[in-house]
């Protein structure tokens, strides 16, 4: 199981470069186990990583494998602690999230499908050295209870309950980034008042437990509609 999920971890980093949320060696991955986490190394280029590359740590600090773990894993194993409802945390230096980090703007509610991280925004964190517990400690403050936020001149975070979904929304976070900075070209977008984002977030709420978001007026049919 530990291989595949390796395996899994190195096609998702792979993904994230040929995404374009990011390139190099930037960037991170980490997914749980029942020992502690699995988390990409340190300076190694995803092109060339194999799955005993991926470095195994625990919750305390120590680690196993051929190589230092990256140098961000304080937040990796901060958030997984923190968030025992996420398995996985990514983390990339997305163009136009890193475009609003390095002036220290979140995202707003400018458009529904900030809903995706679970609320009605995406904050920014404040700025720390990267790699250090600071950076981790603010990170975990701008995340709260949501899936995503930035990280001052820095990049984005963005969490799951798999693999798959940290990495949609990581890229759908790059997506709002590169709206709400190409809306601001016309000046301040109108936001979502509370009111609206909440029904947004129960209509989403309903679509993960497989009910649309609005039956009133619909009625099933036994014969097709033609």
């Known amino acids: 199981m530990s291989q595949d999920i390796r395996k899994l971890m190195i096609d998702v980093c792979l993904r994230m470069n040929s995404s374009g949320i990011n390139q190099g060696t930037s960037g991170n991955l980490s997914v749980r186990t029942d020992r502690g986490f699995l988390i990409t190394p340190t300076s190694l280029r995803y092109e060339i990583m194999k799955p005993e590359d991926i470095v195994e740590m625990d919750f305390e600090g120590r680690y196993e494998g051929l190589h230092r773990p990256s140098s961000e894993w304080r937040f990796h194993r901060d958030i997984l602690a923190a968030r025992p409802d996420r398995n996985v945390v990514l983390h990339c230096h997305s163009v136009f999230a890193t475009s609003l980090a390095v002036h220290r703007i979140g995202i707003p509610a400018f458009h529904y499908m900030i809903g995706l991280a679970g609320g ?92 649309p978001p609005d039956l009133d007026g619909v009625q099933s049919r036994a014969q097709p509609l033609s």
Do not use: F, K, W
Request: with cysteine.
């Open 120 to 211: 009605s925004e995406i904050r920014c964190a404040s700025y720390a050295a990267y790699g250090t517990q600071e950076l981790s400690d603010y990170a975990l403050e701008a995340l709260g209870e949501l899936d995503a936020c930035l990280l001052a001149n820095h990049g984005q975070i963005a969490i799951g309950a798999d693999l798959e979904r940290a990495l949609r929304l990581a890229i759908e976070v790059e997506n709002l980034a590169r709206g709400y900075l190409q809306a601001r070209i016309l000046g301040e977008p109108v936001r979502l008042n509370d009111a609206e984002m909440s029904q947004v977030l129960e209509q989403m709420r309903r679509m993960r437990y497989g009910q």
